[in-house]
Protein backbone atom coordinates (compact mmCIF):
# COMPACT_ATOMS: atom_id res chain seq x y z
CA UNK A 1 0.00 0.00 0.00
CA UNK A 2 1.33 3.70 -1.33
CA UNK A 3 1.38 6.00 1.68
CA UNK A 4 1.07 9.13 -0.85
CA UNK A 5 -2.11 6.90 -2.84
CA UNK A 6 -3.41 7.07 0.24
CA UNK A 7 -2.97 10.52 1.15
CA UNK A 8 -4.76 11.39 -1.39
CA UNK A 9 -7.83 9.29 -0.87
CA UNK A 10 -7.97 11.03 2.30
CA UNK A 11 -7.73 14.25 1.01
CA UNK A 12 -9.94 13.97 -2.05
CA UNK A 13 -12.75 12.71 1.05
CA UNK A 14 -11.59 15.69 3.40
CA UNK A 15 -12.26 18.16 0.19
CA UNK A 16 -15.36 16.58 -0.35
CA UNK A 17 -16.28 16.75 3.52
CA UNK A 18 -15.58 20.78 3.35
CA UNK A 19 -17.37 21.24 -0.20
CA UNK A 20 -20.25 19.51 1.92
CA UNK A 21 -20.47 21.44 4.51
CA UNK A 22 -20.10 24.72 3.30
CA UNK A 23 -21.46 24.55 -0.12
CA UNK A 24 -23.35 21.47 -0.83
CA UNK A 25 -25.24 20.54 2.20
CA UNK A 26 -27.52 17.94 0.27
CA UNK A 27 -24.53 15.60 -0.78
CA UNK A 28 -22.48 13.24 1.54
CA UNK A 29 -19.07 14.41 1.63
CA UNK A 30 -17.38 11.18 0.57
CA UNK A 31 -20.10 11.09 -2.43
CA UNK A 32 -18.43 14.16 -3.67
CA UNK A 33 -14.70 12.79 -2.67
CA UNK A 34 -15.41 10.13 -5.10
CA UNK A 35 -16.44 12.52 -7.89
CA UNK A 36 -13.44 14.62 -7.52
CA UNK A 37 -11.60 11.18 -7.78
CA UNK A 38 -13.43 10.38 -10.96
CA UNK A 39 -12.89 13.93 -12.45
CA UNK A 40 -9.19 13.44 -11.59
CA UNK A 41 -8.77 9.86 -12.97
CA UNK A 42 -10.42 11.14 -15.97
CA UNK A 43 -8.33 13.95 -16.57
CA UNK A 44 -5.44 11.93 -16.02
CA UNK A 45 -6.67 9.71 -18.46
CA UNK A 46 -5.73 6.96 -16.39
CA UNK A 47 -5.25 5.07 -13.08
CA UNK A 48 -1.78 5.41 -11.54
CA UNK A 49 -0.16 2.25 -10.87
CA UNK A 50 0.73 3.27 -6.99
CA UNK A 51 -3.15 4.45 -6.48
CA UNK A 52 -4.49 0.92 -7.83
CA UNK A 53 -2.01 -1.46 -5.64
CA UNK A 54 -3.72 1.40 -2.75
CA UNK A 55 -6.73 0.41 -4.05
CA UNK A 56 -6.91 -3.26 -4.53
CA UNK A 57 -5.54 -3.79 -0.90
CA UNK A 58 -7.93 -1.32 0.58
CA UNK A 59 -10.83 -3.79 -1.16
CA UNK A 60 -10.35 -6.12 0.87
CA UNK A 61 -11.58 -4.22 4.06
CA UNK A 62 -14.77 -3.52 2.49
CA UNK A 63 -17.06 -6.28 4.03
CA UNK A 64 -16.03 -4.63 7.32
CA UNK A 65 -17.63 -1.13 6.29
CA UNK A 66 -21.15 -3.59 6.45
CA UNK A 67 -21.34 -4.70 9.82
CA UNK A 68 -22.53 -0.78 11.00
CA UNK A 69 -25.28 -1.19 8.67
CA UNK A 70 -25.91 -4.79 9.31
CA UNK A 71 -26.02 -4.07 13.32
CA UNK A 72 -28.14 -0.94 13.29
CA UNK A 73 -30.89 -3.68 10.50
CA UNK A 74 -31.00 -6.35 13.23
CA UNK A 75 -31.37 -3.24 15.99
CA UNK A 76 -34.14 -1.33 14.63
CA UNK A 77 -35.83 -4.44 13.24
CA UNK A 78 -39.56 -2.67 14.76
CA UNK A 79 -38.93 0.49 13.03
CA UNK A 80 -38.18 -1.58 9.50
CA UNK A 81 -41.43 -3.79 10.29
CA UNK A 82 -43.10 -0.42 10.83
CA UNK A 83 -42.30 1.17 8.07
CA UNK A 84 -42.15 -1.67 5.19
CA UNK A 85 -44.26 -0.53 2.69
CA UNK A 86 -42.26 3.04 1.86
CA UNK A 87 -38.94 1.15 2.17
CA UNK A 88 -40.29 -1.46 -0.39
CA UNK A 89 -41.48 1.09 -2.79
CA UNK A 90 -37.76 3.35 -2.47
CA UNK A 91 -35.94 0.23 -3.00
CA UNK A 92 -37.90 -1.06 -6.17
CA UNK A 93 -37.65 2.19 -7.60
CA UNK A 94 -34.61 2.72 -7.19
CA UNK A 95 -33.86 -0.72 -8.80
CA UNK A 96 -36.07 0.40 -11.69
CA UNK A 97 -34.12 3.63 -12.19
CA UNK A 98 -30.70 1.85 -11.35
CA UNK A 99 -30.83 -1.24 -13.99
CA UNK A 100 -31.84 0.22 -16.74
CA UNK A 101 -29.65 2.97 -16.19
CA UNK A 102 -26.34 0.73 -15.88
CA UNK A 103 -27.43 -0.99 -19.33
CA UNK A 104 -27.65 1.61 -21.23
CA UNK A 105 -24.54 3.48 -19.73
CA UNK A 106 -22.68 -0.43 -20.45
CA UNK A 107 -23.52 -0.38 -24.00
CA UNK A 108 -22.82 3.35 -24.14
CA UNK A 109 -19.22 2.66 -22.65
CA UNK A 110 -18.81 -0.73 -25.18
CA UNK A 111 -19.86 1.41 -28.33
CA UNK A 112 -17.22 4.35 -27.36
CA UNK A 113 -14.55 2.17 -26.70
CA UNK A 114 -15.05 0.35 -30.37
CA UNK A 115 -15.02 3.11 -31.96
CA UNK A 116 -11.80 4.15 -30.40
CA UNK A 117 -9.93 1.23 -31.52
Do not use: K
Not at 55 to 70: E, I, T, W
Amino acid sequence: MNLGALLWLMALQVAGAVISHFLVPALPGPIIGMVLLVLGLAFLGEVPESLQRTASALLGYLPLLLVVPASGIMLSHDRLLADWLPIALALVGSLLVAVPFCGWLLQWLIRRQESRQ
